[in-house]
């Protein structure tokens, strides 16, 4: 739904991003995603935004530019392509929104991937054939469109993201010991840098050992241990289980408690939004 609201943030995020202004302009367009996931002129914009901005970063001044930390974010999995190759996390923006009815035929040169019509797949470049002038299907070998629409990332290194305000978030590591001033600092920074926004209380403990389920009964518990309210309709409880890169990392699981209310609302159309 396109209001007033929605159209003044439209607005102000296309005057941002030609002034490259790219963070600015992508805060604007969440903005409008919290209350309006799916508005397809949002998806567009964004789309433009990312494609644009990503590529151009260096011409931005250094706050607003577009890092891992805008571009995982959950809120915008919609406008990503995504290789569907068994086992592949790669995702990226194509110019599919840029040039819209225009991107037929169009030649890009060292496209992130494509998608093949005829078997209607989309792969990233290191599962796709190669193809003169191109990227070929590694199913059927036909050349593969190199501006495809997006498919959706299935995957972002973020945790989920909600239009409600963030108030309490419990990390738990599995050990003997609580989780470092810098483990904490590290895991805000690249799994949930919403804690820089709603400045949440942030609490940190360990479990000696998690169980079958990835330490998701020990985060709830926690959570009721802390404040049973959390476990109330009064509050939505989000758990995010996870790990540090490597086959020995320590494995943590997340609990994001969010007020149960609207974060942002549509002033021209205040009904809850879903």
């Not at 990503?80 to 929104?97: T, Y």
């Not at 360990?206 to 309210?229: I, Q």
């Not at 996870?242 to 209310?261: C, L, P, S, T």
């Amino acid at each position: 739904m396109v209001t007033r609201w929605t159209r003044q943030l439209l607005d102000e995020a296309t005057a941002l991003t030609t002034e490259k202004r790219y963070r600015s302009a992508l805060g604007r367009l969440l903005m409008v995603l919290d209350v309006y996931p799916g508005l397809p002129e949002v998806q567009r914009l964004a789309g433009e935004l990312i494609y644009i901005g990503a590529r151009t970063t260096s011409e931005a001044a250094p706050e607003e530019q577009l890092g891992p930390r805008q571009l995982f974010d959950t809120r915008l999995n919609a406008v990503f392509c995504a290789c569907e190759a068994p086992g592949c996390g790669v995702s990226w923006v194509s110019a599919h929104h840029l040039l819209g009815d225009h991107g037929g035929g169009v030649s890009i040169s060292n496209p992130m991937g494509g998608r093949c019509d005829v078997c209607a797949v989309t792969v990233c470049r290191r599962h796709a054939r190669p193809a003169a002038l191109g990227l070929g299907c590694p199913r059927c070998g036909r050349h593969l469109d190199p501006v495809p629409a997006p498919n959706g990332r299935r995957h972002s290194a973020q945790t989920e993201r909600l239009n409600k305000p963030l108030v309490h978030v419990i990390v738990l590591v599995e050990g003997k010991r609580p989780p470092s001033p810098d483990f904490m600092t590290g895991l805000c920074d690249s799994v949930m840098p919403d804690v820089f926004e709603d400045s949440p209380r942030i609490t940190g403990n360990c479990s000696r050992r998690f169980r079958g389920d990835e330490g998701r009964t020990e985060a709830v518990f926690h959570a009721g241990a802390l404040e049973p309210a959390y476990l109330t309709d009064d509050y939505d409880l989000r758990i995010h289980p996870g790990r540090q890169a490597g086959r020995r990392g320590q494995r943590w699981v997340i609990a994001k408690v969010f007020e149960n209310r609207p974060k942002h609302v549509d002033p021209d159309n205040p009904a809850p939004q879903h």
